[in-house]
């Protein structure tokens, strides 16, 4: 006999990944959820009658996949600027440095406007939400109200989101769009104990110094040590371009590394995410490794911007815990399918000029983009596949639709044919259905 009220029951494929396995298929199963949004039970198809006296649910009620659906975990994007979704698909034109003195800090300084971040922010999150990005880690912009907004906007649509205020008092070309290093701390310490009063159930503080170049030495050591004090998640950027690492050497010379100079500022733990990591040497990846900090992999930024090209065989090599993220709008695309593509072409890219490297497979890169990314984020307890006990953070496959943009030519593939097309030729037409934490996201259901 069972305690546990079961809320809902799916019957059909699962296609998740595993410790051992980047590509598990489970056909024809029965998942349970519970009154939480956990995964309670998952079982045969062919137990349904069992299954149903033992968690007492009605068979009838069980809702049945059809025969070219199957369910996968939602998407983790590991690092997202939502503030500068407002430009995505445009700027592409200049080098990093360049680029965020031009086009996005002037941007950025715009959300001390409250209508302009509620309108761009919502477009974010339900954008991603509905290409199948479950669990978003995001950037705001240094404005206080405007991220804590995001954090309620994520709340709303039923997303998991960490949410970043963003810190830096280094700014030489708008100087108007920058804090005093007091200020950051002070704000931080605001964001991180207004967000965690709202008690929204999925959404969590990160604390985010930009990146080394726009903060002092005494931010860093703030940010280092309000982190420790509440055991928070970090976020930030390294060794994205050649330049910018070349520009931390200067302005921190008594730093044995770009690495070391996070890790001396107690910026670098195992609740650390770090975005690009293109030019991190194996000593740096060694630290990271140590202390179990991750790399978020932003393909399309890193040729978008020409920052790049990371070697992820390298970093998964390292044994670096690593994840994807679009990074919009350096990526200029919102959803984690381009995300895939684009780290599987940069594999291939980088097997173009070296015949002998391990390309990754898509088995791999549908991993890093489910679990990967939920470990990266220090997540996985909560999300990242479908495991008895964590929310059932799902998207609802459909590759056959009218129209759409796979066409299912040969009779009877496989699940795993369904799933390949779906990464190289899906789109959110393909996305009938999206779940975080047992409850249904998309389509979007009206909140109050
Ligand atoms: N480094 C510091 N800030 C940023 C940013 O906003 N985008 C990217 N791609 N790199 C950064
Ligand atoms: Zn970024």
């Not at 705001?140 to 830096?168: E, P, S, W, Y």
């Not at 992820?312 to 593509?341: C, E, F, I, Q, W």
């Not at 030729?425 to 779940?435: F, K, M, P, S, T």
Request: charged share 25%.
């Amino acid at each position: 006999e069972s305690a546990v009220d079961i809320a809902h029951v799916y019957r059909g494929t699962f296609v998740h990944s595993t410790d051992h396995t980047a590509v598990e298929i489970l056909e024809d199963r029965l998942l349970g959820v519970d009154m939480e949004g956990k995964i309670a039970f998952i079982g045969s198809g062919q137990e349904v009658d069992s299954l149903s006296q033992k968690w007492r649910f009605e068979a009838l009620a069980v809702t049945q996949l059809g025969q070219h659906e199957f369910f996968m975990p939602g998407m983790v994007d590991t690092h997202i600027h939502a503030s500068q979704y407002s430009y995505a698909g445009t700027a592409l034109d200049l080098p990093l440095l360049q680029w965020l003195n031009t086009y996005t800090f002037p941007v950025e300084a715009r959300y001390k406007d409250m209508g302009f971040a509620r309108n761009v922010y919502t477009h974010v999150v339900k954008r991603t939400l509905r290409n199948g990005t479950t669990t978003a880690c995001y950037f705001a912009t240094i404005h206080t109200d405007a991220a804590l907004l995001l954090g309620q906007i994520a709340n709303d649509f039923g997303q998991r989101a960490l949410v970043g205020k963003v810190c830096m008092d280094t700014n030489n070309f708008v100087p108007h769009y920058k804090e005093t290093a007091e200020e950051s701390q002070d704000e931080t310490n605001r964001f991180i104990g207004e967000l965690l009063k709202k008690k929204y159930p999925l959404v969590r503080p990160v604390v985010t110094p930009r990146f080394a170049p726009s903060c002092s030495s005494a931010l860093l050591g703030h940010l280092g040590e309000i982190a420790q004090n509440n055991n928070l998640h970090i976020q930030s950027h390294i060794s994205e371009t050649k330049e910018e690492v070349k520009l931390v050497k200067e302005l921190f010379p008594d730093y044995d590394s770009y690495t070391d100079v996070y890790h001396k500022h107690n910026l670098l733990t195992d609740k650390t995410v770090m975005a690009h990591g293109c030019h991190l040497t194996d000593e740096e990846l060694k630290l990271f490794r140590e202390k179990g900090a991750s790399v978020a992999h932003c393909p399309n930024s890193n040729i978008s911007l020409c920052s790049g090209m990371l070697d992820a065989r390298r970093v998964l090599n390292h044994k670096v815990k690593l994840g994807l993220g679009t990074d919009v709008a350096g990526g200029y695309s919102p959803s984690m399918l381009d995300a895939v593509r684009r780290t599987l072409d940069t594999s291939k890219a980088l097997t173009i000029q070296d015949p002998q490297y391990q390309t990754l497979t898509f088995e791999e890169v549908f991993r890093l983009a489910t679990l990967g990314g939920s470990q990266a984020l220090s997540l996985d307890e909560h999300t990242g596949n479908f495991k008895v006990g964590k929310d059932f953070d799902a998207l609802r496959v459909n590759t056959a639709i009218e129209g759409g943009p796979i066409d299912l030519i040969n009779h009877g593939e496989g699940p795993k044919v369904l799933l390949e097309k779906f990464l190289n030729l899906g789109d959110d037409r393909n996305i009938a259905e999206v779940y975080v934490a047992g409850k249904r996201v998309v389509p979007f259901v009206e909140r109050p």
